[in-house]
């Protein structure tokens, strides 16, 4: 099936500084999306990406589908300590019935 | 509040023990989802429902089973409950049967196999 890695799978920044993240596929995907998981609760949906080269803003985050299709970036900026938590990438399958997520990101932020 | 409701939000069980976990959709959202978190896993898709009927089928073992009901809402039964069963167990939903993505998610039931 579709798998989706995701790098790195944790990052330790100090607030203020900018994140970048990745995720790569051995498959193409025709669309990208981005969700995030604060501690406790469930994935929520932060930018999605339906066209490659499309690079969509939403406030601090900013996320790119790449050109091949078998990739996608998500950079925040000027980090802050909400910032914390797991970031995962994610695509459905061709048939459009099933998302796969990818590994998560796992975010710290020291204030 | 993405408007997804789970219960328990909190189980703690035996192994060889059966649970039903509970999940009621958005109002208006026709599809149902079902995922598992474990620490090394990630987020593994289990299952899909659309309004009633089973749309997709991810990873899930024999031993687990699921249904939704005419008012929509879903149940996750786990049956022969191992350990490695513990994990987060996240229902999603959406307004159609094809996922473009924007699914919502609540807050998970976190299931303790001891």
């Known amino acids: 099936g579709q798998q989706l890695n995701q790098s790195p799978q944790s990052m330790f920044i100090q607030e203020g500084e900018d994140v970048s993240m990745n995720c790569t596929s051995s498959s193409i995907f025709n669309t990208w999306l981005w969700y995030k998981q604060d501690p406790g609760e469930g994935p929520v949906l932060l930018i999605a990406?339906?066209?490659?080269?499309e690079l969509t803003s939403n406030g601090r985050l900013t996320a790119q589908f790449g050109i091949t299709r078998k990739d996608s970036f998500l950079n925040i900026s000027a980090s802050i300590p909400s910032d914390v938590g797991i970031y995962f990438c994610a695509g459905p399958n061709n048939a459009g019935n099933m998302l796969t997520f990818g590994g998560g990101t796992r975010l710290m932020v020291k204030p | 509040d993405s408007g997804v409701t789970q219960t328990p939000k909190h189980l703690i069980t035996a192994t060889g023990q059966r649970v039903t976990l509970r999940c009621s959709p958005r109002?208006?959202?026709?599809?149902v989802y079902w995922y598992q978190q474990s620490l090394d896993q990630g987020l593994q898709f289990l299952i899909q429902y659309y309004n009633g009927e089973e749309r997709a089928k991810g990873n899930i073992l024999e031993r687990f089973s699921a249904q939704q009901f005419p008012d929509l809402h879903s149940e996750l039964n786990l049956s022969s409950l191992e350990l490695g069963d513990s994990a987060l167990y996240f229902c999603?939903?959406?307004?159609?049967?094809?996922?473009?993505?924007?699914?919502?998610f609540g807050e998970g039931s976190r299931l303790t196999v001891l």
């Open positions: 109002s208006g959202d026709l599809s």
């Open positions: 999603a939903s959406s307004v159609g049967h094809s996922n473009t993505g924007e699914l919502f």
């Open positions: 990406l339906y066209k490659a080269g």
